[in-house]
């Protein structure tokens, strides 16, 4: 058994050896706080602790898996088992599992990801007759969304004029129907989303006191990870739960609560020791991450905010580096000078990409990233992008397999019941859905006693929904006796899935059927892990696992090293070597949405101070003068972020710009006593353009001396004619070598399907993409 206590600096040895009562750790940057957490656990086991009685709550599946392996090492893998550890999703998933049926629910409901409760919010606007410009479905299930985690349900809203009033003045005055509705047909379907896996916890424990009194003897000790994360219905479940034995133990750092726009309150860990008396307070201060360069930087910043808890951090790491700071012209030189430092970087100091990470504020800021790394060859993954669990492809097989675990799953049974296509119309389902609510039933019980209802469908509508059926009761069957792969592999078999796609015969017909076949891979992948470990290797495990996963989780599983992109918030509680921080301007870094209040702009420079310290040895802060904005190029200003760093920690590239002001640009004679009729503006003096340079002018009855006047370098609509065919290998200035793979259209507006080796299928206008044909 390893000595766990002997690493510890003495705040981190306090903190792990405390046992009983309320108690706060603050946890600076990069000081060690999954260390102490997990460390703490062990230390409880070894003191007596029962597993059984610890609920260890975080804020990823990937965190909650090291930490265990972690407290393996010390206690022992069989005993690490016995703890409930977990994301609180899955944590009150697994207790909803057990307690569900006082809420009416069945143990094997279907969670609901984000596309599910979009479309049936969709499908309930549609019924309803509503404007759907109006009532955007993605926009009333975030409003839905803010009401659970505020545990305002149905009725609540009802009973606050207020709400009424507000969706009243953004001419929504049905948002309480489509709630109403919304939460009816998830109960029907025997289903719940995200946000009810809190609202319905909360709801259990405060309708049931014997449910409540269950848990909190079994949870004796309770610990907390990233608190200043925490929304309200997450406060009011942990508070509830620790309210009998007040062994509660939470760890965060209210200097990287960013997550305010998702429902976070940063006033739960300001106000924990307020909420609990003879609180024990630890601080974590010493920063094992990051050079003192970066460390007394990101102070510097994070010194600025008002709301926030006492500490210092500081770190006996060496100086290093200073941060260097570049101004570029535009973004896209932004994007040329991040790859490029990359590049040499790697090439003075035989680094790998995966040491790399780019930051940004905004998804939309990765382009020029991106164009500019694959321009130098640089491999690179991109954090946040659309997730594998929510392509088409995986979406209609996976609700064939919701479908065996919960047939009442309304959203599951509407992506499938026609696909492949069977002749089932929307016409059909339309009337099932209208027949399912009149009989109070699911579409799937109405759809096992066909017989027996006035639906006014034709024999040939009622045997192909029969034999529907039919089928999804055989997969139900084979269900009972195959693990999850099994099942999974004779689904995607019987209803030919992959026989559908493969008509297709378009580069994108063969990445959806890649993709299935990966999803069969990873479905194996834990089969045979969870054989190995002898633990759940059922379908509805993996369908469990898989609607609970986090973006981080699904990273790829290459072992090519890549630089990583991400947004901000994406890289919280990751480190990197090397750290790009791009797009400090003011209204972009801080965002112009984010500046109305001080709670607001404080929030953004907690999210600075979260990017800077990512870093470990060197950072690099970048701006534009010009970025184009709506199709436009407009001027900008440096971030204050920058402006709130002390000069002596800063190594300028180019020239330091000062910050402007407005006001300047503003002439102040307009203001003087002159009488208005003598205010006189200038039109500003614009340069005729040069001749030479600018693009022919073609008439509809071109002169016969047409050719002599064309720019070589644009060529007429009319006149383009293209050499290139099918099967020819082309080089592009850009993109490198590829093969001609399909032609569309003709004259100006052909255009090329192109497979190049660097960045798969282009479709480019031949008239503006300056191929030279190899052969």
């Not at 296509?421 to 019980?445: C, M, P, Q, W």
């Not at 509508?461 to 089928?471: D, E, H, Q, R, S």
């Not at 090293?561 to 003011?586: C, D, N, Q, R």
């Not at 709506?630 to 440096?638: I, M, R, S, T």
Request: proline fraction near 3%.
């Amino acid at each position: 058994m390893i000595d766990y206590l002997e690493n510890l600096n003495e705040s981190q040895k306090a903190a792990v050896i405390h046992k009983d009562g309320p108690m706060i750790i603050i946890a600076g940057a990069g000081s060690g706080k999954t260390r102490v957490l997990t460390f703490r656990i062990a230390h409880l086991m070894n003191k007596g602790v029962d597993a059984f009685n610890i609920l260890a709550l975080t804020f990823t599946n990937k965190a909650a898996r090291e930490m265990k392996e972690r407290i393996g090492g010390v206690v022992g893998k069989s005993e690490a088992k016995n703890l409930w550890m977990g994301t609180f999703h899955s944590v009150f998933a697994r207790i909803l599992r057990s307690e569900g049926h006082h809420l009416g629910f069945p143990s094997n409901f279907t969670i609901y990801d984000t596309q599910d409760s979009v479309r049936l919010i969709s499908s309930i606007v549609k019924e309803l007759h509503l404007d759907k410009d109006l009532y955007k479905s993605k926009q009333i299930l975030s409003r839905i969304s803010s009401f659970k985690n505020s545990l305002i349900t149905v009725k609540a809203y009802y009973q606050n004029p207020e709400l009424v009033e507000a969706d009243k003045m953004t001419q929504r005055p049905k948002m309480g129907e489509i709630y109403h509705h919304y939460v009816e047909r998830c109960f029907k379907a025997g289903a719940m989303d995200f946000d009810d896996l809190l609202l319905r916890t909360n709801e259990l424990l405060t309708r049931f006191p014997e449910v409540l009194y269950k848990y909190q003897n079994r949870f004796k000790y309770i610990l907390v990870d990233e608190y200043q994360d925490t929304n309200h219905s997450q406060y009011l479940i942990v508070r509830a739960l620790a309210d009998r034995f007040q062994n509660i133990c939470v760890v965060g750092d209210d200097s990287q609560s960013i997550y305010a726009f998702r429902g976070a309150n940063i006033q739960n860990i300001l106000n924990f020791q307020k909420n609990y008396t003879d609180v024990k307070i630890f601080k974590l201060e010493q920063n094992y991450r990051s050079s003192n360069t970066i460390v007394e930087a990101a102070n510097s910043v994070i010194a600025k905010n008002k709301t926030k808890l006492d500490k210092q951090v500081w770190t006996a790491n060496d100086d290093g580096e200073p941060i260097k700071v570049m101004r570029t012209i535009t973004e896209v030189k932004e994007g040329k000078f991040v790859a490029n430092s990359i590049f040499d970087y790697k090439m003075n100091h035989q680094l790998q990409n995966s040491e790399f990470a780019v930051l940004y504020r905004t998804n939309a800021q990765s382009r020029a990233i991106e164009d500019a790394l694959r321009e130098k060859n640089i491999d690179y993954v991109i954090f946040g992008g659309l997730s594998f669990y929510q392509r088409k492809e995986i979406k209609d097989t996976l609700s064939y397999l919701r479908l065996l675990i919960n047939p009442n799953d309304e959203e599951a049974l509407k992506r499938v019941i026609n696909y492949p296509a069977r002749g089932i119309g929307s016409t059909t389902i339309d009337k099932l859905s209208v027949a399912a609510n009149h009989y109070k039933k699911s579409i799937f019980e109405l759809l096992c006693n066909l017989n027996q209802t006035d639906i006014n469908l034709n024999s040939g509508i009622k045997t192909k929904l029969n034999n529907f059926v039919t089928m999804i009761k055989h997969f139900q069957i084979e269900a009972q006796t195959k693990n999850a792969f099994e099942v999974a592999d004779f689904v995607i078999k019987q209803t030919r899935l992959v026989k559908d796609l493969e008509k297709d015969g378009t580069p994108e017909g063969v990445s959806k059927v890649e993709n299935i076949q990966e999803l069969l891979n990873a479905i194996k992948g834990f089969t045979d892990e969870q054989m190995e470990k002898k633990e759940d290797n059922s379908l509805a495990f993996f369908l469990e696992d898989a609607a609970l996963a986090s973006d981080l989780d699904k990273n790829k599983n290459d072992n090519t090293p890549k630089v990583s992109l991400m947004t901000i918030h994406l890289a919280k509680g990751l480190e990197f070597p090397y750290v790009y921080i791009v797009g400090l301007e003011e209204n972009l870094f801080p965002s112009a949405m984010s500046m109305n209040t001080r709670s607001e702009l404080e929030e953004e420079r907690r999210l600075f101070y979260v990017a800077l310290t990512r870093a470990e040895k060197q950072a690099f802060l970048c701006y534009s003068q010009n970025r184009y904005r709506w199709g436009k190029l407009v001027d900008c200003e440096p971030s204050r972020f920058l402006q709130e760093i002390d000069d002596k920690f800063l190594d300028y590239l180019t020239p330091k710009r000062e910050a402007h002001s407005q006001t300047k640009f503003i002439n102040e004679d307009i203001f003087s006593s002159v009488p208005q009729n003598k205010i006189r503006f200038k039109k500003p003096i614009q340069k005729k353009p040069v001749k030479k340079t600018a693009p022919p002018r073609v008439e509809f009855s071109p002169p016969k001396n047409l050719k002599k006047v064309v720019n070589k370098n644009t060529p007429s609509p009319n006149l383009f004619d293209s050499k290139i065919a099918v099967g020819n290998i082309v080089n592009h200035t850009k993109f490198g070598n590829g093969e001609v793979l399909s032609l569309e259209g003709s004259g100006a507006n052909q255009k090329a399907e192109i497979r190049f080796g660097t960045v798969g299928v282009k479709k480019l206008l031949l008239q503006f993409a300056k191929l030279t044909i190899i052969r």
